[in-house]
Structure formats: C-alpha cells, structure tokens
C-alpha cells in the first residue's frame, strides 16, 4: 500500500518521507539497515537547511550540491521529479501502516514503539491513529502489554497533550517567534547576577527562516547557579532535564529551550561551535586540521605540540583570528565559501538595519475597495512609524481595487481621489518623501488588473501573485515577466509566493527571471513578514550573483508590522548581500529617481 503523492513534493514533504523511510528500516531490522537509516536521516537534516526547493535545484542540475546528499540517494530523488514515483520507496514503505507516522512526531514515540502498538491494536488510518491511541490509553489498555505498563501509558498521555499544543518533534517556529521567545529567556537570564554573557545559538543566530528547538547559550562563573535559575523560568510547562552543564525545559505553547552553560573564558569556542551548521563546523575543522589544530566548543587543541594546554577564548572574534580567519558573521556560517572569504579578508560587508532609509510595501485602511485585505493603520499614522524610524521616504502601496465591482471610469475615479489625498499629504509631511504607490495584481493572462491611462495615477507598481499558485513553471515564468515589462512595474513583489510551513510557493524559471530584471531595471523584493521571509535566502544570493537587485519591504498591514523589516534584513544578509545590492539604502533623490525611471 503506497500512500504518498510523490509528484512535486515541496522541501518539508521530502524531508517527513525521508524519515519515514529510515523508521521503515528500523521496523524492519535496524541493525541490517543502520547504513541506509543514518544516510537517509542524514538528507532529511541537510534538506532541512536547504534555503531552495529541491525541484529547482533538480531542474538546475544542482541536487549534489547538498550536502548529505550521496549519489544514491540523488538518483531517487532524480527519478521522483522525472517519473512522479521511486519505486525503491514503494517496497520499502509497503508493508508498513501507515498508521505508523504520524505517531513518529510525538514526542518519545521511536518506530518501534510506534509499531507496536499499531500492530497490536490493528491501526490503519493514520487521520486517526493519535486520537486512537490516547483513546486506547484512557481506557488503561496499553499498562497491560508486555513492556509498557502503568508509567509508559502515563507519559503517552502526556506526550499527546504535549502534540497537541504544538510540541512536535518536527515543528518548526517561523524566525520571528522563535527570536521573540529567545529574547524573553534572555532577558530573564540576564537579571541573573552571575550571567556575564547570553545569546542564542544554532539555526536562529543564524536567523534561519524557520527554527526548531530555541538554544541559548550562557558565559557564568556559577554555572550551577545559573541553570537553577533558568529551569525555574516562569513561563515554563515543565523541566526536560537539567545537568551540570546545560537545562531543557518546555515553555508556554510547548516549545523547547535548552540552555547551555560554560565558563567564560570558553564562551567564545562555544559560541562558534555551537553557532554555525553542521556543514561550516565540518569544514572549519577539516580546515584546522591541515594546520594541526583541533577544535572543540571549549578552545583549540595544538595538534604539534605533545601535551599543550588547551587555548581557550572568550570571544569568537579571538577564536577565528587564532585561525587565521576573520570573524564571519552568523548568517552566512553554512560552507558557501565564507571560510575562504575569510581566509583572504575578502567577506561581504554584509547589508544592515541601520542602512534601510524607507520602507515602500505599506497597506494602510484607505477605502479602496480593495482587490485584497486592507491595513489597519492610516496613512498618516503609517508615515509617523516611518519617520520615527528615521526613515527618508515611505510607498504608500495598498492594493489594487477590486475589478470585479467596478467599470474602468470607476477605478479612475477611485485612484484619482487617493492621489489628491496622497498629494495633499505629500505637503503637510516635508521631512519624509511619500511614494505613491499600488501593490499590482499580475492576472493569470499575464495583463495587471488596472488599464496604462489609469496607472498614470501612481508613481510606480509594486506587482505580485494572488491566484493561480498551481499554473506550471513555463506559463507562471511568462506571467511574470508579462507582469513586469509594463513601464510602472519596478518591483516584483514576494516573488515565490510562498508561506512558510504552509506553502512552498509557485514554480518560476528563475534564470530567465533573473537575467530580465537585471536587464530591464527591475527589483526583486526581500519580503519581511514573518510567514513569508520571500525571497528565500538562498535565491537571493543566486540573484546577487547575476546582478539583480533588491528591495527589503515589510509588507505592512499596522504600524508594529514595520519594526519586522528587522527579519527582512537578516533574509538579506543570508544571501550575502551588501548595501549596494540593496535599493532602498539609497538616499531619497536617488530612490525617487530610480523607482520613477
């Protein structure tokens, strides 16, 4: 029984398969099949950290640029997207329930523990199969099987209502909350009078778009003190467990923080052991090694030098430069080229939040029977953020008015009255330049949703997708670049349409897309909304290395929804881009000129 669409499966379809196959084989016989377990947990981990689809990477011939991703497993995944199937999959999977997996993502549930009780109990449906379980549990008749008993039972109940509030072993927070829980642990810590130092570690001082467990780590001279303190945080469910060194616990909305605690004249070996991927540690080492060094989270071991003391640093800025390397910033720690950068003091001056001078994706809640959601905010009270925000101008960008309810004299009407409001608020607001500007409906046939004589009434379009996500790569490429090649367009805006844990987005030609803005004078936008984080970091440096450029928009529907171009930022500085790939860095003068051009 096959019971897996395996045509055009997105990233994080791919990665549950992958581990559905590996605890197939540990069903199975996880002794015969350890090889094949770890290669296949091995590549759901490296697609996990994948910033690209894998379809596209498979249509640009670029699958074995994962690492993780050996030879035998870049053929299966080859004959995914080329026949829809694998065959080695099917046989693999048959005779498993597929009951199974979907227990797989409570905590404390292993395949074999999970096989078992589906066997026992005769589960099939897996719509079912947790609530079938706890059901099961209640009725007190998993206590009586032989190695399980009256605890086992308890803590099945326990781990259910853990899944229930979202605690999976496969979730992923979106950046933006995992950050704000993160900054709410520290801050606690840092009441502490023996935290000298915190900070996160891991996927999110990365700024990963998606994060699993929050990881913090802690420079003290009373460790013991301190993991007291942490495990005793206030909005904690439970504690994990808690050790001489580090402390897990389970925070409100059931997620994961763990802290790890070490002397601070190892803080910063620790925090560059702990900071970058797997893959940049790897390489970092292989690296150290040819200089016969080995690095560890607690300092640098001289290899030469029979029975040296460890060297031990208290900043990462110390621990790269003992190595000969300049420091490298967390965002591009992911073996992209940064340690040879860094080897020839060649790394990017990475872009930054104070370069941003204007924000120019702006929804506000002006009546204009609106094609899509409105802002809640006023256009004024939008310009007043952006002047606190020290900011040199600001798009007025809602979108487009429905053209479904009204006739073309109509829509004239309705933007040449915005524009006499816009124009009348250009004047009262002298200290900050007010863009006049639509977030423009691409229609399916390619054509924008507003006629040319009535887009005279704007500055520029920002233009995007809002329907027809499943219109294949060739004709959603030609809808785009339709979309594009109209005058006022300047910026395409969350180009890959996606919606983090959600939706993986559309299908586009990417090369094309890029060699036409590059041409033609167009942007692609960087966009800051939590759930969107669109484009994803890794297209922006493809993007960056043909020569596009971008600009980093918040997408805001409320004055608190500006303070996100924070995350938009960090989706940059993944990309590895600088200030000047980054058009709304510019000064005024310059940006009016270009988006007006």
Not at 266 to 278: A, D, N, P, Y
Not at 456 to 475: G, M, P, Q, R, Y
Request: net charge neutral; proline share 4%.
């Amino acid at each position: 029984m096959v019971w897996y669409d395996f045509f055009r499966m997105s990233n994080l379809e791919i990665i549950n398969l992958f581990r559905n196959v590996a605890a197939a084989y540990s069903i199975k016989n996880e002794y015969k099949f350890k090889f094949q377990i770890i290669a296949y947990l091995k590549a759901a981990e490296a697609i996990e950290h994948s910033s690209t689809e894998l379809k596209t990477l498979f249509e640009q011939g670029k699958l074995q640029n994962i690492p993780g991703i050996g030879p035998t497993i870049k053929d299966r995944l080859e004959e995914l997207f080329r026949t829809g199937k694998v065959k080695h999959f099917e046989e693999v999977l048959s005779d498993i329930s597929p009951a199974v997996f979907p227990l797989l993502d409570i905590p404390s549930f292993g395949p074999k523990k999970a096989s078992k009780l589906v066997s026992h109990f005769k589960l099939h449906d897996p719509k079912t199969a947790i609530e079938d379980i706890k059901t099961l549990a209640l009725e007190d008749k998993i206590s009586i099987l032989e190695g399980f008993g009256e605890k086992s039972q308890s803590d099945i109940l326990r781990a259910i209502s853990e899944y229930g509030k979202g605690t999976t072993k496969s979730s992923r927070m979106v950046l933006s909350y995992a950050f704000t829980l993160a900054q709410e642990v520290i801050i606690y810590l840092k009441k502490h009078k023996d935290v000298i130092e915190a900070e996160t570690l891991g996927s999110l001082r990365r700024m990963n778009s998606t994060i699993g467990d929050v990881d913090i780590a802690v420079a003290s001279k009373n460790t013991k003190a301190v993991l007291e303190y942490f495990v005793a945080f206030p909005g904690k469910e439970r504690i994990i467990e808690k050790g001489p060194t580090t402390a897990s616990i389970l925070i409100g909305g059931g997620k994961h923080v763990d802290l790890l605690a070490l002397p601070p004249q190892q803080f910063g070996s620790m925090l560059q052991h702990f900071t970058g991927s797997k893959n940049h540690n790897v390489a970092l080492r292989e690296y150290s090694l040819k200089r016969h060094m080995s690095l560890s989270e607690r300092g640098i071991k001289l290899l030469s030098e029979k029975g040296s003391p460890l060297v031990e640093f208290t900043s990462e800025e110390k621990f790269y430069k003992y190595l000969g390397l300049d420091w490298i910033p967390p965002e591009i720690r992911e073996n992209e080229g940064e340690i040879e950068a860094a080897l020839k003091h060649n790394l990017p001056d990475l872009v930054k939040i104070g370069d941003i001078r204007g924000d120019l994706h702006i929804h506000t809640n002006y009546p204009i029977d609106s094609s899509h959601d409105y802002g809640i905010s006023s256009m004024q009270e939008m310009i007043n953020r952006a002047k606190e925000l020290k900011y040199e101008y600001i798009g007025l960008s809602d979108h487009n008015p429905s053209i479904g309810n009204h006739t073309k004299n109509e829509l004239y009407s309705i933007l040449s009255k915005r524009k006499s409001i816009i124009d009348s608020i250009k004047k009262s607001n002298k200290s900050i330049r007010v863009i006049n500007l639509l977030e423009m409906d691409i229609l399916a046939s390619g054509e924008l949703a507003i006629d040319n004589k009535t887009l005279e009434l704007v500055d520029a379009l920002i233009v995007s997708i809002h329907s027809s996500f499943s219109t294949n790569k060739e004709d959603m490429t030609r809808r785009v670049l339709a979309g594009l090649s109209n005058p006022k367009a300047k910026i395409l805006a969350h180009p890959t349409g996606r919606l983090l844990n959600l939706r993986a987005g559309y299908e586009l030609d990417w090369n094309r897309i890029f060699d036409f803005c590059v041409k033609n004078n167009k942007a692609l936008e960087i966009n800051a909304w939590p759930e969107r984080l669109d484009l994803s970091d890794g297209l922006v440096k493809q993007a960056k290395e043909a020569g596009v450029k971008f600009v980093i928009n918040t997408d805001s529907h409320a004055i608190s929804h500006m303070d996100n171009m924070f995350y938009g930022v960090s989706v940059a500085r993944r990309g590895w881009t600088e200030k000047k790939d980054i058009l709304n860095t510019l000064p005024a003068n310059k940006f009016v000129e270009w988006i007006t051009s």
